[in-house]
């Protein structure tokens, strides 16, 4: 480098020039030529290094850059799910911050409160939010109390319902929510609930109200008559209760159908609605039963005011499907609080007073008393002893023979029940017999009587070789064609019986219940060969219509026409008109209440022809029965 300077110089330079007297010029030029060069060498790798960096920082920043672009496509599309998942909800949502101030909202909020979405960003303000959901609303003071909430207790949800002017049920939630761990405001969301609500109103009314009749059922009546009393505290206000049952309906529902009695007690609910006094309550019990309430009475004389007034509202005829229809009522009234001290008590009293008005002669009122309660009581213990007495075989039968009055010789036997219980104590069947109606027994003690008496009859006709019968009482219930025939053609043919060994007898009252289907199960029976006898006859109805109609063998005629035949001649004049109507409709007459020579006689000159009462016997037992077939059967009289 210094060469090269030298010869440099030495060009430029006149010939002859001194080049040694500028070396130290060289040198010092050389010098700083070569510092350059260093500084020049550092620089170059200073730039190399910052290139370096800057290429880095570079790669660098296109990176994040690129991050950021993915992040931002990220957020736009989560912004994107988010709205749209939002947008799909049937809930109105609104997000709020730590000031109240609304942040973001979806579209089902807007319509759901009417706002407008071109406006939302005026509309929706944390002033503007408030004041017109309170306009919106029908009670504005639980909506305070649960924004006045969220002020208060931030970091607790809340619940409240909007009753709408509008008749919609808004169901509002609001939750807090967090950003690393602060509380940064509250999520709304509001759910439209109308449709779940008419549907609770509805089967809250449905579980409170009658279906037929819409009036309220049972369980509200329940609840009105408790309501009423547990309010009047300690002033004891006085509430009747009217236990209205319909006479006849039954009937009328059986023989016309279904659906005319449906439409008959709806026209019934109606007409007693329309009649009520103010401030009382009408309900369905069930079937044919209503209840009055009526409540803060002056006296009982207003309550058997008001029941006198519904019965003479329902006599009057009811025009159904073109038919004319007559009711009437029975109507037992409890009082409060002389009855009861709760609904339970005063319905019940209420329903014991109504059977009673039913008991005596039907269409009329009564007001419980304590007897009522003790008559049920007995009833009721009557009831219980028929369960365990069929379940125990506590019944027994007796026979009292039935004879011929022209042989005087015995020809059949009436089977008649009788219950002893195991301490001794006899029940009357005038007791138990009406008892095992009214509870559903008596089917189960007629199957058991036709049992033991056809198994009794088999033993019979084994020993007793001429022609001999049994008579066996049914009862209403128990006459119905599917259960009667049934029972009888299953017995026959257990016991290998002929079909004439049994007579079925039956009262006038129940032909009279369904006279149609009365002929036909009797037309069966005949059939089949079995008897059948009217009992009772002429203590109903006496019909000579119904009478020709009927396919029976005999007239049993009462004890109360017997017993003065030999002392007044109109009973005598009966007894002879009954004898002789028997006769010419091909029927035989067995006379009851035989008890003396005189009263055998005279029914045997008026052509009587069969005999039963105490002057042959007393009722026996099968034993006696037995011995005295197995003796002269030719004996006038066969007393026990």
Request: proline share 3%.
């Amino acid at each position: 480098m210094h060469k090269l300077l030298k010869k440099q110089i030495k060009e430029l330079l006149p010939d002859g020039a001194d080049l040694e007297s500028l070396t130290p010029f060289i040198e010092a030029v050389e010098k700083t030529y070569l510092s350059s060069e260093s500084e020049l060498q550092d620089l170059r790798y200073k730039l190399q290094d910052t290139s370096s960096l800057l290429n880095k920082r570079f790669q660098q920043l296109t990176y994040h850059l690129k991050q950021t672009e993915n992040t931002k496509l990220e957020l736009e599309h989560s912004l994107s799910l988010l709205n749209a998942t939002l947008n799909a909800t049937y809930d109105g949502i609104v997000v709020i911050d730590e000031n109240n101030n609304p942040v973001t909202w979806n579209d089902m909020f807007l319509s759901m409160f009417s706002l407008d979405d071109s406006q939302s960003t005026i509309v929706i303000s944390n002033k503007a939010i408030k004041d017109k959901l309170m306009l919106l609303v029908r009670n504005p003071e639980e909506f305070e109390q649960s924004w006045t909430f969220n002020q208060t207790y931030p970091d607790q949800p809340s619940y409240c319902v909007l009753s709408m002017n509008d008749g919609r049920f808004i169901e509002c939630n609001t939750n807090p929510r967090y950003h690393q761990g602060r509380n940064v405001g509250r999520v709304w969301s509001f759910s439209d609930i109308t449709e779940i609500r008419i549907r609770e109103q509805q089967a809250i009314h449905k579980n409170y109200h009658d279906d037929l009749t819409r009036l309220p059922n049972r369980a509200l009546i329940y609840d009105r008559i408790n309501h009423a009393i547990q309010g009047g505290g300690a002033q004891k206000e006085e509430h009747a209760i009217l236990f209205i049952g319909l006479d006849g309906f039954k009937y009328i529902n059986e023989a016309l159908g279904l659906e005319v009695g449906d439409e008959l007690l709806v026209a019934v609910a109606k007409r007693l609605h329309e009649d009520i006094p103010p401030k009382s309550t009408l309900a369905r019990y069930g079937g044919d039963e209503f209840i009055l309430f009526l409540e803060n009475i002056r006296s009982s004389f207003e309550a058997s005011l008001a029941a006198e007034k519904l019965r003479l509202i329902i006599e009057k005829p009811f025009e159904v499907k073109d038919q004319t229809l007559h009711l009437t009522t029975s109507t037992g009234i409890a009082l409060y609080p002389t009855d009861g001290a709760d609904a339970e008590t005063l319905i019940r009293k209420a329903d014991m007073a109504m059977y009673h008005a039913k008991n005596k002669g039907r269409n009329n009122v009564q007001f419980f008393a304590r007897e009522l309660e003790l008559l049920t009581s007995h009833r009721m213990n009557i009831r219980n002893s028929l369960k365990r007495a069929i379940d125990n075989q506590e019944f027994h039968l007796l026979y009292q023979p039935k004879v011929d009055l022209k042989t005087r010789s015995i020809i059949g036997v009436e089977a008649l029940i009788r219950w002893k219980k195991p301490s001794g104590q006899v029940i009357s069947p005038m007791d138990f017999i009406p008892a095992a109606e009214e509870h559903g027994f008596i089917v189960d003690i007629g199957n058991w009587v036709l049992e033991e008496a056809c198994r009794q009859m088999t033993q019979w006709r084994q020993l007793y070789h001429t022609p001999f019968d049994i008579a066996v009482n049914i009862s209403g219930q128990h006459f119905q064609k599917e259960r009667i025939l049934h029972t009888v053609d299953h017995l026959f043919s257990r016991y290998h019986l002929p079909p004439d060994s049994l007579e079925i007898e039956i009262t006038e009252s129940v032909i009279m219940n369904d006279m149609d289907e009365a002929i036909m199960t009797l037309q069966q029976l005949k059939k089949m060969g079995v008897n059948a006898s009217i009992d009772d006859f002429g203590t109903g109805y006496s019909s000579l219509n119904y009478l020709k109609r009927l396919p029976v063998n005999t007239l049993k005629i009462d004890k109360i026409f017997v017993d003065d035949i030999t002392k007044s001649r109109r009973d005598m004049a009966l007894v002879d008109t009954m004898i002789s109507l028997a006769h010419h409709l091909n029927m035989k007459t067995v006379a009851e209440g035989v008890e003396t020579r005189e009263t055998l006689e005279l029914l045997t000159q008026l052509g009587c022809d069969i005999g039963q009462g105490y002057y042959f016997s007393h009722p026996v037992s099968a034993d006696e029965i037995t011995h005295l077939l197995q003796q002269d059967s030719s004996l006038e009289t066969v007393k026990s």
